[in-house]
């Protein structure tokens, strides 16, 4: 940990790292075309870039340059995830609120919303009717509230990954939650958490103090900052990082997740596991500000560049985003997603496709079923993957890097998506999904170089196939 870490740490407060002059004038330089080329080679080389680099990328906005951009963006992420993307769905467990979020529907002050937590037999409910589908991994989703402290969110994890149905079972709970105390984190580590996700919203210090109001938790911009850090202090070194889109500029928002997530590696060793960027979405009682909306040719734009920024970081794309913005996403940057989501409290089994607005966070833009995305993905060459091996083998934190940056993860991370998506097919999908979905796992077995871990794949995919057996993993 450096020096101005450590003495934030001893006066008791966070460090904010988040230098907002400078990277705000980092926004003004010009892009030479020249040295958008080569910081594309440093990326194509799997170097994570630098803040000033990612400002020549955010203002490169040339079309040519652009569109080298994307195709950069486009090779780089076919290197590092080949062809994979991971699937998981969100659990919202309870929607009370002691913060005034402007862009929530959960916030305190918005009476419109019914409040509600699931209680241990809906939450039960709400898992089975997940696992049923074919889901491996949840994101249990909560509002901040002193019901919702660490010794109850662990609960939950544990009532998750006990609750089995058939050939049903989660086997990893990743958190979106309040940022906790060191204690608090060891806490839902102990449960075996996956990813602790805890968004800044916004990095710009004005916005956000403007949209968390005073004397409400959220209020505190560097507690919030701090909130990722605490938890790798705490061995919980597997953290999601994420902004706001439309809050306020996009390409401030973008320079300061790179900064942040260069600030995790170089105090802890380690980045973050992944980056979201959710764009506001309209809401039950919001009055939407509309000066920061980002369009989606700008959308598109900062998940190329910020693909470029952190190769080894995994970019998650949420079903707030319509189905073909999604689909196009994914050729350039985006590693995983969630399918067959609902954010509405009791929303798997209650409410159907119905919205139900009073009890949702905000409205969704792409709502359909699991099988219907697996079966889109597979048509479009990908291979949905439902792999949990990397965390539960302790593969996370310093241990996942290694791996990743030595190029292994492919070794592992494609015959694990394999078996994990025969075992969806023979489980869970239609008969048209397992048609695809067989194709595509015997092409790309084809591709996988001759040796050992081919002949142990065939294998497994045969016993999982028909004998039964299920979680075979490397
Ligand atoms: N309450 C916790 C917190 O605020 O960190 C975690 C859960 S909160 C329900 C999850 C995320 O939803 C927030 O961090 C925010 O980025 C996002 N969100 C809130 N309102 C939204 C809206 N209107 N449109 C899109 N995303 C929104
Ligand atoms: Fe509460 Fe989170 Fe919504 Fe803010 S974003 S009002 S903290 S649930």
Same mark, same amino acid.
């Given at each position: 940990m450096s020096f101005a870490v450590e003495s934030a740490r001893l006066s008791g407060s966070g460090?904010?790292?988040?230098?907002?002059?400078y990277l705000l004038s980092l926004l003004d330089r010009p892009a030479a075309a020249g040295a958008v080329r080569d910081i594309i080679a440093k990326s194509l080389a799997k170097q994570p870039l630098a803040v000033e680099e990612t400002a020549t990328l955010l203002a490169a906005d040339q079309?040519?340059? @652009?569109?080298?951009?994307?195709?950069?963006a486009r090779q780089l992420k076919r290197d590092v995830y080949g062809r994979r993307i991971v699937l998981f769905a969100p659990l919202y467990v309870g929607n009370h609120c002691t913060n005034d979020c402007v862009y929530c529907a959960f916030r305190r002050s918005n009476q419109a919303e019914i409040r509600r937590t699931l209680d241990e037999e809906s939450l039960h409910q709400q898992v089975l009717a997940l696992e049923n589908?074919?889901?491996r991994r949840l994101i249990l989703v909560f509002g901040e509230h002193p019901q919702y402290g660490a010794e109850f969110m662990a609960e939950c994890v544990q009532h998750v990954y006990a609750a089995t149905s058939g050939r049903g079972k989660i086997r990893r709970v990743n958190l979106n939650a309040a940022p906790l105390d060191h204690d608090g984190y060891?806490? @839902?580590k102990a449960a075996d958490i996956g990813t602790?996700?805890?968004f800044q919203e916004t990095y710009h210090h004005e916005t956000y103090r403007r949209v968390h109001p005073k004397g409400t938790r959220k209020a505190n911009y560097l507690w919030r900052l701090d909130g990722v850090a605490r938890a790798m202090e705490a061995e919980c070194d597997d953290v999601g990082i994420g902004a706001l889109f439309g809050l306020f500029d996009w390409r401030f928002e973008v320079l300061a997740l790179v900064r942040h997530a260069l600030h995790l590696q170089k105090e802890y060793r380690v980045g973050p596991h992944t980056i979201s960027f959710p764009r506001l979405r309209p809401a039950c009682g919001v009055k939407l500000d509309e000066s920061y909306l980002v369009q989606d040719d700008d959308f598109k734009r900062l998940v190329a560049i910020l693909r470029l920024s952190v190769p080894y970081t995994g970019l998650i794309c949420t079903a707030r985003e319509p189905p073909a913005l999604r689909r196009e996403l994914m050729?350039?940057?985006i590693s995983q997603i969630d399918a067959g989501s609902r954010v509405e409290i009791g929303g798997y089994t209650e409410a159907g496709d119905a919205q139900v607005m009073e009890l949702e966070q905000f409205e969704l833009g792409d709502i359909r079923p699991l099988d219907e995305v697996v079966h889109e993905l597979l048509v479009d060459g990908y291979i949905p993957s439902f792999c949990t091996a990397c965390y539960r083998l302790g593969r996370t934190g310093e241990h996942f890097m290694e791996y990743a940056i030595p190029g292994f993860i492919q070794n592992l991370c494609t015959p694990n998506a394999l078996s994990t998506l025969m075992e969806y097919l023979c489980d869970f999908a239609l008969p048209e999904t397992r048609a695809a979905g067989e194709i595509a796992i015997r092409r790309e077995v084809e591709r996988l170089p001759d040796g050992d871990r081919k002949r142990v794949l065939l294998d497994r995919l045969r016993r999982i196939k028909d004998q039964g057996e299920r979680d075979l993993h490397f």
């Amino acid at each position: 940990m450096s020096f101005a870490v450590e003495s934030a740490r001893l006066s008791g407060s966070g460090y904010d790292f988040i230098d907002e002059a400078y990277l705000l004038s980092l926004l003004d330089r010009p892009a030479a075309a020249g040295a958008v080329r080569d910081i594309i080679a440093k990326s194509l080389a799997k170097q994570p870039l630098a803040v000033e680099e990612t400002a020549t990328l955010l203002a490169a906005d040339q079309p040519e340059l @652009v569109a080298q951009i994307f195709d950069a963006a486009r090779q780089l992420k076919r290197d590092v995830y080949g062809r994979r993307i991971v699937l998981f769905a969100p659990l919202y467990v309870g929607n009370h609120c002691t913060n005034d979020c402007v862009y929530c529907a959960f916030r305190r002050s918005n009476q419109a919303e019914i409040r509600r937590t699931l209680d241990e037999e809906s939450l039960h409910q709400q898992v089975l009717a997940l696992e049923n589908k074919g889901h491996r991994r949840l994101i249990l989703v909560f509002g901040e509230h002193p019901q919702y402290g660490a010794e109850f969110m662990a609960e939950c994890v544990q009532h998750v990954y006990a609750a089995t149905s058939g050939r049903g079972k989660i086997r990893r709970v990743n958190l979106n939650a309040a940022p906790l105390d060191h204690d608090g984190y060891r806490i @839902v580590k102990a449960a075996d958490i996956g990813t602790y996700q805890i968004f800044q919203e916004t990095y710009h210090h004005e916005t956000y103090r403007r949209v968390h109001p005073k004397g409400t938790r959220k209020a505190n911009y560097l507690w919030r900052l701090d909130g990722v850090a605490r938890a790798m202090e705490a061995e919980c070194d597997d953290v999601g990082i994420g902004a706001l889109f439309g809050l306020f500029d996009w390409r401030f928002e973008v320079l300061a997740l790179v900064r942040h997530a260069l600030h995790l590696q170089k105090e802890y060793r380690v980045g973050p596991h992944t980056i979201s960027f959710p764009r506001l979405r309209p809401a039950c009682g919001v009055k939407l500000d509309e000066s920061y909306l980002v369009q989606d040719d700008d959308f598109k734009r900062l998940v190329a560049i910020l693909r470029l920024s952190v190769p080894y970081t995994g970019l998650i794309c949420t079903a707030r985003e319509p189905p073909a913005l999604r689909r196009e996403l994914m050729g350039f940057g985006i590693s995983q997603i969630d399918a067959g989501s609902r954010v509405e409290i009791g929303g798997y089994t209650e409410a159907g496709d119905a919205q139900v607005m009073e009890l949702e966070q905000f409205e969704l833009g792409d709502i359909r079923p699991l099988d219907e995305v697996v079966h889109e993905l597979l048509v479009d060459g990908y291979i949905p993957s439902f792999c949990t091996a990397c965390y539960r083998l302790g593969r996370t934190g310093e241990h996942f890097m290694e791996y990743a940056i030595p190029g292994f993860i492919q070794n592992l991370c494609t015959p694990n998506a394999l078996s994990t998506l025969m075992e969806y097919l023979c489980d869970f999908a239609l008969p048209e999904t397992r048609a695809a979905g067989e194709i595509a796992i015997r092409r790309e077995v084809e591709r996988l170089p001759d040796g050992d871990r081919k002949r142990v794949l065939l294998d497994r995919l045969r016993r999982i196939k028909d004998q039964g057996e299920r979680d075979l993993h490397f």
